[in-house]
């Protein structure tokens, strides 16, 4: 039999009604042996995640205030789930037990994976799963690293003991018994670790959407979905902003070559987004678009520096590099000309440090020109599709030319698998629309 290991995230198990669909899609498949819980998310629009509500939580204790009034409405969040499905639950002593570790001075961390380990309690007591606690399966370093050897082990060995089992997302435990949470989303991580401890053949993560969409519906409307998209495509992707999935929740199936299936609890129909290590030429043919996905930001700066004969300089980018360096500058992009280096660096990165890195590269290099300008956008096209095919960069230009935008750089990682296009942020969703259109729409 198959074993996968499935993830729920906040909107799949915000009220009774969701933790309904929940059960339905476990019992539907028996391989679903291992399911990793988040937090109770909003209901609606204006709601509040529970998560967020522990936050506050232990805000109002460690300010002194007393917390009794407020901790009720998180009891009410999970008093009402147990109550709408009728089950014959009671957590009042584990409330109790928070509130008055709470009181006497309880971690941040702790507070916050309270969610996480109630939601997983009436789980696993509504599927009539084993519940496993993520403190003692899921380990921390001493510098708060995630142990992956560790817990790897022990992970593995502990499941092996359990046929099924509900284990709270977010969460592990420090050297010292402290609880420590991943950061926010991190349900994801703990879902992706499971199901490496569990030798799984799929790692199912449930969402509110149907998988990832091939740009950005704010911009583009109704995009199409991805079907496949291989681990490297993603996380180029996501590191230029597309959303869903936690970016660190891929490394621990990636090394093992468990594939990722973003699912919709909302349409447990839909088949969603297969996140793969590589596909295959089937797979590739059946792809219908050159391109996998396009994604994007705003706020970029460029370091521009020009020097005559800069190419013959041994060390330039060298110091160049070290002042950077020196300035706590992290550098995303440096395309570069013969005698002209762009560094390009998130706006944020420069904060109060403009004229101070001008001076500092001037003395360094001694360059002919140097400039910096704010207000780039970078957008990402991204697609294995692109591999070794002529043509593709001319038709991203096209489509941005025709669209009157100017190019203020281009970028064109070796492997090919992206080609990077800096805009002005006043073009950046026109340029965004032209391309999409351009291999979607007109294909
Ligand atoms: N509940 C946590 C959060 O809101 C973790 C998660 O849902 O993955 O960030």
């Not at 509900?166 to 991943?182: A, D, E, L």
């Not at 447990?268 to 994007?296: F, K, Q, Y």
């Not at 590099?321 to 998130?346: A, C, K, Q, R």
């Not at 090919?416 to 340029?431: Q, T």
């Amino acid at each position: 039999m198959q074993v996968k290991a499935v993830k729920f995230g906040g909107t799949s198990l915000s009220d009774a009604g969701q933790f309904r669909k929940v059960y339905d899609i476990v019992k539907s498949d028996e391989s679903r042996r291992y399911v990793v819980a988040s937090a109770p998310g909003k209901r609606h629009g204006s709601d509040t995640k529970v998560t967020d509500m522990l936050y506050a939580c232990y805000d109002m204790a460690a300010a002194g205030l007393p917390i009794d009034a407020f901790f009720d409405g998180i009891r009410a969040r999970f008093d009402d789930i147990i109550a709408g499905l009728g089950l014959d639950y009671n957590l009042d002593d584990e409330y109790e037990y928070i509130k008055s570790t709470l009181r006497h001075g309880a971690g941040r961390d702790y507070a916050a994976s309270r969610g996480e380990y109630l939601s997983a309690k009436i789980l696993a007591r509504y599927l009539g799963y084993d519940f496993i606690d993520a403190c003692h399966v899921v380990f921390f370093r001493d510098d708060g690293s995630f142990d992956d050897e560790y817990t790897y082990r022990n992970l593995e060995s502990v499941l092996r003991g359990h046929e099924r089992a509900v284990i709270p997302g977010f969460y592990g435990v420090m050297p010292n018994g402290t609880i420590k949470t991943f950061s926010r989303g991190g349900s994801d991580i703990t879902g992706a670790i499971v199901a490496r401890a569990a030798n799984a053949d799929i790692y199912e993560n449930w969402t509110d959407v149907s998988g990832f969409l091939m740009t950005d519906p704010r911009i583009v409307p109704s995009p199409l979905q991805i079907k496949t998209v291989t681990y490297r495509e993603l996380r180029e992707l996501s590191y230029m902003g597309a959303g869903v999935l936690h970016e660190d929740s891929v490394f621990p199936v990636r090394t093992v070559g468990i594939p990722i299936n973003i699912r919709n609890t909302n349409d447990p129909e839909e088949r969603g987004t297969m996140i793969v290590s590589s596909v295959n030429c089937a797979d590739l043919v059946g792809s219908d678009h050159v391109i996998t996905g396009i994604a994007g930001k705003k706020s970029f700066s460029v370091i521009r520096i020009e020097k005559d004969r800069m190419a013959y300089q041994r060390g330039f980018l060298r110091r160049v590099f070290e002042i950077l360096d020196l300035n706590g500058v992290n550098v995303e992009h440096i395309p570069s000309g013969i005698d002209t280096v762009s560094v390009i660096v998130h706006s944020s990165e420069l904060t109060g440090k403009k004229e101070l890195l001008t001076e500092s590269l001037r003395r360094a290099v001694n360059p002919d020109y140097i400039e910096i300008q704010d207000g780039l956008a970078l957008i990402a096209v991204v697609g294995r599709g692109m591999v070794g095919k002529p043509g593709v960069a001319s038709r991203i230009f096209d489509a941005v030319a025709g669209a009157h935008i100017n190019v203020r750089m281009m970028d064109q990682g070796l492997g090919e698998l992206n080609v990077i296009v800096g805009v002005d942020e006043s073009d950046f969703e026109s340029a965004l629309r032209a391309i999409y259109s351009a291999f979607v729409d007109k294909q």
